[in-house]
């Protein structure tokens, strides 16, 4: 059941579907350890418990919409519940097809992010110099930016040929609701894009959000080195605010699994290592998938794996990751995590 609940998840990111999951961790009937309802973005319930009233509870929980993401919750007759986000990693949409979008698209591939080519030139805006691709565009920018359905896990990287499509790119999307926008140019150009789009009415803080110059400055100049600090600030961006997400080829070895224990972060405090959501394989013979922050804790953790693979129960287990235990065992990270431990069987 639990390795079907977790195909589900992975269809449901490849469909392109996110939403919110509660998995119950802690209750005075241990039947209902474990149990768990998916609502998806669209309202639609895509997995249930088996017992109806737990359903019917978990589901009113979760549409109230009252609990944050990554939160550990009392819900009434049911009892601790952890709430996630269910999402995968960015959607990048590229808008240019030059050297510098050509780099990139490759090292978005090794990251795993959804990328989306977008110019007005077939001979660049093709199969043959984005193989990495999900998906190539070829269409004059304001069309395609007109209908494509932006969210905030729309990731906009504006690297066109020139100034003129530049600003006209950064017109049509920076009040869109995005995760990211980052424009190319120095800062002689930057500037006078964002005054021009100032004097035409766009507020300050949507301006203000436009990561201009775009990258992390690591002095890069070549398109391959422009390309990574451009990925790298992607990366911080989408770490620092958008948190732990679902990984899909860590979904697929949790569906293909024979046997293994999954270990999910469920709260996070302090300056523990991983965030609630952070996610671990433990098979039998020890080795893992995935990571929940390394070092002693994450010993911890696959020793208490293997107790949950031998009993098959799930359980909740605290690690005191206090600076003076940390320091004790050689660790940096101090704070508290509570993971949640659960058998995958046949």
Request: hydrophobic share 45%; proline share 4%.
């Amino acid at each position: 059941m639990m390795r079907d609940y977790y195909r589900c998840l992975l269809e449901a990111l490849e469909e392109g579907w996110g939403g919110m999951a509660a998995t119950v961790v802690a209750a005075e009937d241990a039947g209902c350890l474990g149990e768990r309802l998916y609502l998806d973005a669209a309202g639609n319930v895509r997995w249930r418990p088996a017992s109806a009233a737990l359903a019917e509870r978990l589901e009113a929980f979760l549409r109230q919409g009252s609990a944050g993401e990554g939160d550990l919750v009392e819900v009434p007759g049911v009892g601790t519940v952890y709430v996630e986000r269910v999402r995968s990693g960015p959607r990048v949409l590229v808008l240019g097809a030059g050297h510098v979008a050509q780099a990139l698209a490759q090292v978005l591939a090794l990251l795993r992010y959804q990328t989306t080519v977008v110019d007005d030139r077939p001979e660049f805006a093709n199969q043959a110099l984005f193989p990495t691709a999900a998906r190539i565009i070829c269409g004059d920018f304001m069309e395609v930016l007109a209908h494509y359905p932006f969210d905030e896990s729309t990731f906009v990287v504006i690297v066109t040929r020139g100034h003129r499509h530049d600003q006209a790119c950064l017109r049509a999307v920076v009040q869109k609701p995005l995760g990211y926008v980052g424009m190319i140019g120095s800062r002689r150009k930057v500037n006078a894009v964002l005054t021009a789009l100032a004097e035409e009415g766009i507020a300050q803080e949507k301006l203000a959000a436009v990561h201009a110059p775009i990258g992390l400055d690591i002095g890069a100049q070549t398109p391959e080195e422009i390309a990574i600090s451009i990925a790298a600030e992607l990366i911080a961006v989408n770490n620092r605010c958008r948190g732990e997400r679902l990984d899909p080829v860590w979904l697929e070895q949790a569906v293909s699994a024979p046997r293994a224990v999954v270990a999910t972060v469920v709260r996070s405090r302090g300056s523990a290592p991983r965030r609630a959501g952070a996610r671990m394989l433990v098979r039998p013979d020890g080795q893992i998938a995935g990571s929940v922050g390394g070092g002693a804790g994450e010993a911890a953790v696959r020793l208490a794996a293997r107790e949950v693979l031998a009993s098959g129960r799930p359980r909740l287990m605290v690690l005191d990751l206090a600076q003076d235990a940390a320091a004790a065992e050689g660790m940096i990270c101090g704070g508290r995590m509570d993971v949640f431990l659960e058998p995958l069987q046949d």
